[in-house]
Nanobody, 116 residues
Framework: QVQLVESGGGLVQPGGSLRLSCTAS????????MGWYRQAPGKQRELVAHISVRGSTNYADSVKGRFTISRDNAKNTVYLQMNSLKPEDTAVYYC??????????WGQGTQVTVSS
């Protein structure tokens, strides 16, 4: 069963930056595409960025040009660099393997709050 530990969230002013980290265990990390998801209050969880096994990346239109996803297979860790943050980026951020997103196995997430 996949186990995920997210960190790096916090309170930041609009225009600021944060770097999220997520360490995965229980899966062969290097063989799994990984994604960052977020869930804002009252909204469905959404996929904001994902990275393939080979390092190809894809982003939701709402974060394109501001967020960068990367991975370190030696550390079983996926990162999300978030720049030019906006209040609408406020959410709990989660990571997961794309193949596991429907499994019900999620970490505790990390809260990101963008506010002045």
């Amino acid at each position: 069963q996949v186990q995920l530990v997210e960190s790096g969230g916090g309170l930041v002013q609009p225009g600021g930056s944060l770097r999220l980290s997520c360490t995965a265990s229980g899966i062969i990390f290097r063989l799994n595409a990984m994604g960052w998801y977020r869930q804002a209050p009252g909204k469905q969880r959404e996929l904001v960025a994902h990275i393939s096994v080979r390092g190809s990346t894809n982003y939701a239109d709402s974060v394109k040009g501001r967020f960068t996803i990367s991975r370190d297979n030696a550390k079983n860790t996926v990162y999300l660099q978030m720049n030019s943050l906006k209040p609408e980026d406020t959410a709990v951020y989660y990571c997961n393997g794309l193949a596991y997103a429907d499994s019900g196995s999620w970490g505790q997430g990390t809260q990101v709050t963008v506010s002045s």
